[in-house]
Every structure is written in C-alpha cells, then in structure tokens.
C-alpha cells in the first residue's frame, strides 16, 4: 500500500516567508532610522502620531482601526503619545464615552522634522522599481490581502 504524502512548499517558495523577512528588515531599518534621528517614537508610535495629524479629531477606535492595530495598543501608544505632549485627547462632546485626538503644536513640528526621514526609509525597498511596478506590486498585495477577507 502506498502512502500518499502532502508535499508541503519549501519556505522559500512562499510569497508569504518573503513579505514576512521584509516586514521584519523594513521595521529594523525603520527604528534605526527614527534613533539616528533622535525621534524618541518608536515606528508604531510615529505610524499612530502620523494618521492622527492626517485625520486631527478622529477617535482612538478609529485611528486603531486605521492604523491595523487592536485597541488596548491603540490606548497605550496614545497614552504614550500624549505624556510626550505630541497629541491631547478631549471627550468628544456628543459621545462622552469616546475620546477624540488631535496632534500638538510639538507633534506637528516632530513630524515636519522627520517626515523626509521616513518619506527616504519608505523608497529604500522599492528601489529599481518603476512606477508601473510598483503599482503593479499595490494591486497584487491588495488582492491577498482582500483573499483573506
């Protein structure tokens, strides 16, 4: 009698195995950069502190929600945030339940400073890609990630 076997993919002939070492490489290169440059964030909190200032009075659900994080990280890295002076937190008057965020005058300045840093870091893995590539790479990485939905 003969078995049958699954053969299972050697790891690097999973598209997977390869997002996961640049995720790893890209958050590396991404926290040395934000220590060269003394921004005291980590780059989840600049991720956060970034998304506030682009939707300033958003609550912290959704900013949780924008920014693919659950919220007890949500809560903490606003807290974080907030003993750093670079965002306050207000009640929002219609729902006195939720918080409301909005970035400080000292975290729009940090973010000024350090908004090349990141806008250089970001390139770094596409280099060599054309600009058709690398919508090309946009529309393929849209199409797993809405396969998992």
């Known amino acids: 009698m003969q078995e049958n076997r699954i053969q299972e993919q050697r790891l690097e002939q999973l598209?997977?195995?390869?997002?996961?070492?640049?995720?790893?490489?890209?958050?590396?290169m991404a926290t040395q950069a934000l220590k060269n440059h003394h921004a005291g964030l980590s780059v989840d909190q600049w991720?956060?502190?970034?998304?506030?200032?682009?939707?300033?009075?958003?609550?912290?659900?959704e900013i949780g929600?924008?920014?693919?994080?659950?919220?007890?990280?949500?809560?903490r890295i606003i807290d974080q945030l907030v003993s750093k002076n670079l965002i306050s937190k207000q009640l929002d008057p219609e729902d006195r339940r939720r918080y409301m965020v909005f970035?400080?005058?000292?975290?729009r300045q940090l973010i000024e400073r350090l908004l090349p840093v990141v806008q250089e870091y970001r390139q770094v893995p596409l280099?060599?890609?054309?600009?058709?590539e690398q919508k090309?790479?946009?529309?393929?990485?849209?199409?797993m990630?809405?396969?998992l939905d």
């Open 15 to 28: 598209p997977v195995f390869y997002m996961e070492q640049i995720v790893r490489r890209y958050r590396q």
């Open 47 to 61: 991720v956060v502190l970034k998304q506030i200032s682009e939707n300033n009075g958003s609550s912290q659900v």
């Open 65 to 75: 929600s924008s920014t693919v994080k659950d919220a007890p990280t949500t809560t």
């Open 103 to 107: 970035v400080t005058e000292k975290g």
């Open 127 to 132: 280099k060599g890609f054309s600009p058709a």
């Open 136 to 143: 090309q790479l946009i529309g393929l990485l849209q199409r």
């Open 145 to 147: 990630l809405k396969n």
